[in-house]
Structure formats: structure tokens, C-alpha cells
């Protein structure tokens, strides 16, 4: 515990230069705003701001990402709860019942406890993760080639079993990122793949190029055929403060939603959708009278939120320990690291303490930061939910082409961009989640690296896979996950869980 909390104490030093706590403000008022505003999710926004972090110090840059995702966890509730619009996507559920509650003049209780449940649960997983990063990094400097590779298809497969909607399109999406993560210079041969002889295509296409382009404008694309007409159910809320009554009621689901929401962030493809879905489910089912919950259950607001945003903090614990993204967010967060010159992975921790402890403890500032943003700040976030999009979409699209042309001044990388906005458009029309296209897209070179040391080290045994016990170990999780998937019973009961949602 001593070396803990030296280690803490040595992220607070990092974290709180004037610098840092203002970019971590920043951060999470920019995602308290895109979780506000229906339509731009925090994958979109920090595909967005990837290029402009090129100039700041790795740590800030980090803590401002970070804060944008957490931050759009608790942004989002406030437009479900007042025009019954999610915010955000992990948000969905809170509509149900803060809505509701809205409608019945509760609509300041609502959102006290949303943003309080929020607070309790993200400084709980933040603990979390600072008490399991030490372990697991040290497990992960265990893991060699094959380790690394079994864990990788692990993931892969994961997110495949628990990506929404059809099977067959998440593994479509999966090889097309497999092999959008192939085009470029193969690094042992020298010999170029998929570049088709153009110069920008040597390097493999960038990473902003497709994520600004799958998420970003794809997404401005998709909200500009929507119809933008937003009431406003509330616009004085009231008392923001739960009553004691409230917080009778509220506790247990708030302890509950973070424990479920700590487990399942760091599940891939988990995180905090998964998270407030699941802990919504728990609180009907443990219910003394289930027929409350859509009727203003304040168990339904507590207990999703809190789940969320603590599934969305312990998202980072693949990441920061095992150097794995277990979501599309996660992957952004890889890519950020890689333009700054980081490979992540466990490592971390011993050559960039500063920057592993730094990160941590700015999540602690950053969620009080957004309890001081989001409670006595309501009326501002109130008014920006009447700014039409007509007005909102084009500067951001034009945002989005500034900063993809910025990072090599390449008019070719632009055109690459707007076609991938084409193409997340076209995956939105077919319900194909991008998520995973983004998932294999960045893990594709990293397996392909993995693979061919682990059979090198081999002398090409591909037994080595199976001969060494933790590889063995996970590709048998991966085994028993294809099989959940082929099984019709359990099969059927994932598609009937989607559909709930």
C-alpha cells in the first residue's frame, strides 16, 4: 500500500501542473458537451481531436482524451433525462426512467443523483484500477509472442460475441479491418502490400484517416438526414439535490451498478454500453415491483449511471496494463499513444511512470471537475440543446478537414477521409457496428507482428500456440466463446438481449 500510494502521489505531481488540470477540463467539458448534444458520440470527438494533440506533451494529451470519454458518460444523461434523447449510447436506458421523472417535475432529482452516482462510481473504479494496474502489468511482462497473440485473437473474438446485432456482419467488419491493417510496407520483407503504387499508401492508411472518416464524418453524414426537432420537457429543473428518500432508495443501486460496471468495462467490446444495459436489468429484476421501472424508478436512473461511467473507467485497465484496446474508444486512445511515440503495454508503467500514474490520477480531478460542470452548470447545458444543427454540423466538418489535412498536408489523405466518411455511412445503413472494423484495423499488424515471432522463436512450430500453458489457456476462452456463439440456446438469448436494448 506504501508503494501505492507513492506511486499516486507521483501521478497527482504529474497531473496537477496548471497545464494538465486545464486540459483536463478541457476534456471533460468538451465530452460533457458532445454527451449533451444528441448525435456525436465520444468515439466521433476524439477521432476529431487526434490531430490536434500532435503538439502537446503525451501526458496532456491523454488526460484531455480520457476526459472526453468519461466526461460524454455523464453528459449524456442530461438530454436523455430532458428531452429523452441519449446523448450518448450508453445513456439509452436512462430515458426510461429519468424521463419520467422529468415528466413528473423530478427532473433536478434525476440528474443530482446521475451525477452524483457518476462521481461515486468513477472515483471507485479509478481505485481500481491504480490497485490492479501493478499486478496485472507485472503478469503481462510474463506473456511473450504467443501470449500476446492468443490474448489478441481473445479479444477479437470477444468482441465479435458481443457486438450488437448480427454475428456474420461483426466478423465482416472485423477481416475488413484485418485487412485495411495489411495496405502498407510489410516491415520484414521490405515489400509493399495494397498500395497499388501510390506514395501516400506506403505507410498503410492512417490511423486519423480511417477513424475520422469511419466515425467523424460518417456520423455528420448520418445525423443530417435525422430530424433535429428536440422539446425541451424541462427548462428549470429545481431542486438538484436528492432528497433523503432518494438516496434511501438509490444507494444500493449506485453500489451495485459500480461493482457490475467495474467488472464488465474490462470485458472487450464491453465498456460502458454493456455496462448500463446490464445493471438496468439487475435493479427490475431485484425490484420489489418491477411495474415502477419506466414509470419514474429512481433505482433506474442510479444504478445505469453509475454502472457506466464505471465500466467507462475500467475500460482502460486492457489498455494501460496489457497494451490491448478492448473498445472502439480504447483504440483511439492506442492510436494516441503510437502518435506519441508509445507503445502501449506494460511496459508502460516502468519507462513512463509519470505518465501511467499522471493519467490515472487526473481521472480523481477530472470527475470532480464534472461534478462542478454538470450540477451547477445545468442551465448552460440546457441552452446548448437548443443550438440547431444546421448551424453545429458544417463547422464541425470543417474542423474534421482542417485537422486530417494538417497532419501531413496531404489533399490525397482528405480525399481518403471523406471516402471512409462514405463508407461508415454505408455500414450505418446496413447495421454493421464499425466498432470492430476499427478494433481489427489497429490490432491486425500487431497480431501479424506477434504471429511471425512466436513461429520464429519456434523455428516454425505452430504448436507453440498450444504448448505454452497461458497461450493454451486463452485460446481455450476463445474456443468456449466460439462455441457460446454456435450454441442456438445461448445464441438466442444474446440476440433476445439486444433487442431489449
Request: hydrophobic share 55%.
Amino acid at each position: 500500500m506504501t508503494e501505492l500510494g507513492g506511486q499516486l502521489l507521483q501521478g497527482f505531481d504529474a497531473a496537477l501542473t496548471v497545464g494538465n488540470v486545464l486540459y483536463c477540463l478541457l476534456g471533460v467539458t468538451l465530452g460533457t458537451l458532445i454527451g449533451v448534444l444528441p448525435g456525436i458520440g465520444p468515439v466521433a470527438t476524439i477521432a476529431m481531436l487526434l490531430p490536434t494533440t500532435y503538439g502537446l506533451p503525451p501526458l496532456t494529451a491523454l488526460i484531455m482524451l480520457a476526459g472526453i470519454y468519461y466526461g460524454a458518460q455523464y453528459g449524456g444523461s442530461t438530454s436523455a433525462i430532458l428531452v429523452n434523447l441519449p446523448g450518448e449510447s450508453s445513456s439509452v436506458v436512462t430515458c426510461l426512467d429519468g424521463y419520467a421523472m422529468a415528466r413528473r417535475g423530478r427532473a433536478g432529482a434525476a440528474l443530482g443523483i446521475a451525477a452524483l452516482g457518476s462521481f461515486f462510481a468513477g472515483s471507485v473504479a479509478t481505485l481500481i484500477i491504480a490497485v490492479l494496474a501493478a499486478p496485472l502489468a507485472a503478469l503481462a511482462l510474463k506473456f511473450g509472442p504467443a501470449e500476446y497473440f492468443s490474448l489478441m485473437v481473445l479479444g477479437l473474438i470477444a468482441a465479435i460475441v458481443l457486438a450488437n446485432g448480427s454475428v456474420i456482419k461483426a466478423i465482416a467488419m472485423i477481416a475488413l479491418g484485418l485487412l485495411l491493417g495489411l495496405v502498407g510496407t510489410d516491415v520484414n520483407s521490405g515489400v509493399e502490400r495494397f498500395s497499388f503504387g501510390i506514395p501516400e499508401l506506403s505507410d498503410g492508411f492512417g490511423f486519423v484517416v480511417v477513424s475520422m472518416g469511419i466515425f467523424g464524418i460518417a456520423e455528420i453524414i448520418h445525423n443530417l438526414e435525422k430530424n433535429e426537432q428536440r422539446d425541451i420537457f424541462a427548462t428549470t429543473v429545481g431542486r438538484l439535490l436528492p432528497t433523503r428518500d432518494d438516496f434511501r432508495q438509490s444507494w444500493k443501486p449506485v453500489l451495485r451498478g459500480t461493482f457490475l460496471g467495474s467488472l464488465l468495462g474490462i470485458l472487450p467490446g464491453g465498456g460502458a454500453i454493456l455496462s448500463s444495459f446490464a445493471s438496468y436489468t439487475l435493479e427490475k429484476k431485484l425490484a420489489r415491483d418491477p411495474s415502477r421501472f419506466g414509470q419514474g424508478a429512481i433505482e433506474g436512473v442510479a444504478g445505469p449511471e453509475s454502472a457506466n461511467n464505471a465500466g467507462a473507467q475500467t475500460s482502460f485497465i486492457p489498455l494501460l496494463t496489457l497494451g490491448i484496446p478492448p473498445n472502439a474508444v480504447m483504440a483511439l486512445m492506442v492510436g494516441a499513444m503510437m502518435i506519441h511515440g508509445i507503445v502501449p503495454g506494460p511496459q508502460v508503467m516502468t519507462e513512463r511512470p509519470e505518465l501511467f500514474w499522471g493519467l490515472i490520477a487526473s481521472m480523481w480531478i477530472g470527475n470532480a471537475l464534472l461534478v462542478l460542470l454538470n450540477l451547477p452548470l445545468i442551465g448552460l447545458w440546457i441552452r446548448l440543446l437548443k443550438v440547431p444543427y444546421r448551424l453545429l454540423y458544417p463547422a464541425i466538418l470543417l474542423f474534421c478537414c482542417v485537422g486530417i489535412y494538417s497532419v501531413n498536408q496531404s489533399a490525397l489523405e482528405l480525399a481518403f477521409a471523406v471516402g471512409f466518411g462514405l463508407l461508415g455511412y454505408v455500414f450505418i445503413k446496413l447495421d454493421c457496428e464499425p466498432a470492430p472494423l476499427l478494433l481489427g484495423f489497429v490490432l491486425g499488424p500487431l497480431m501479424e507482428e506477434n504471429l511471425r515471432r512466436a513461429l520464429l522463436l519456434a523455428r516454425g512450430d505452430a504448436l507453440v500456440f498450444l504448448s505454452r500453458p497461458l497461450s493454451a489457456f486463452l485460446l481455450f476462452l476463445a474456443l468456449l466463446l466460439v462455441l457460446a456463439l454456435v450454441i442456438p440456446n445461448i445464441r438466442k438469448t444474446r440476440d433476445q438481449a439486444f433487442q431489449d436494448s
